[in-house]
């Protein structure tokens, strides 16, 4: 185990885990940042290594701008969606990516129906 101390907290490395623990009022958060201009801010995913080695993205959980106000790069106006993979073989790697919920500002969308 490795822990480091931070002025409002501690971040430990554990085995295969990452802990970020706040020692003051307010929660501890990850922030992941980009570009203006640039759709995705960042993302989550969740995957395997295959017996070749290489890495498989299986799901994605991604923060972008709200993709209807994407030609304003100073719109902060955000989104963020669920990519699940459906895998075929023969498809590249992003077509497999299928986007099954998007939640937005003014409401939720998932594959095949409208919250």
């Known amino acids: 185990m490795q822990r480091i101390d931070l002025e409002y907290g501690y971040v430990v490395f554990e ?5 970020i623990v706040s020692t003051v009022d307010d929660p501890p958060q990850v922030f ?3 570009l203006p ?3 995705s801010k960042g993302g989550l995913t969740f995957g395997q290594i ?5 890495i498989e993205g299986m799901v994605l ?3 972008k701008q709200d993709e ?18 459906h895998w075929q073989p023969g ?8 986007k099954v919920i998007e939640v937005r500002h003014d409401g939720i969308k998932a594959k095949g129906f409208n919250l």
């Open 68 to 85: 209807r106000y994407r030609s304003d790069p100073n719109n902060l106006t955000g989104e963020l969606t669920v990519h699940i993979r």
């Open 61 to 63: 959980i991604q923060g």
């Open 37 to 39: 201009g640039s759709l």
């Open 50 to 54: 295959r017996p070749d080695g290489k």
């Open 32 to 34: 992941l940042a980009s």
């Open 15 to 19: 085995g295969n885990e990452i802990h």
């Open 91 to 98: 498809v590249s790697d992003d077509q497999q990516f299928v």
